[in-house]
């Protein structure tokens, strides 16, 4: 974990570049600081490639699981085309 620790541990100069990040993005107007924030957060809870390979592993056997218990009925592909372009229009 980075978080405090790690700024005690930076040398001066990294230090004073932080300040200074800090400072400019502090003096942003309201609506900028707030995309900011999020833009911010957002890259903090990225899931891993192997987090995002397993969710998807995960739902590939949920859905194969309701197609053989019959939860589910498959739609072709040219059937999902036609309605997606259905709704295009």
Known sequence: MRGVS???T???ENIRGYEEVENEALGLPE???AELAQ????SLDSPSEEEIAEDWLLEAHRRA???NDG???PIS???VRREA???LR
């Open 6 to 8: 790690a700024l005690l």
């Open 10 to 12: 930076r040398d001066r």
């Open 31 to 33: 609506e900028e600081r």
């Open 39 to 42: 833009e911010l957060l957002l």
């Open 65 to 67: 699981r309701e197609l």
């Open 71 to 73: 939860t589910v009925q």
């Open 77 to 79: 592909a040219e059937e």
């Open 85 to 87: 372009q259905a709704l």
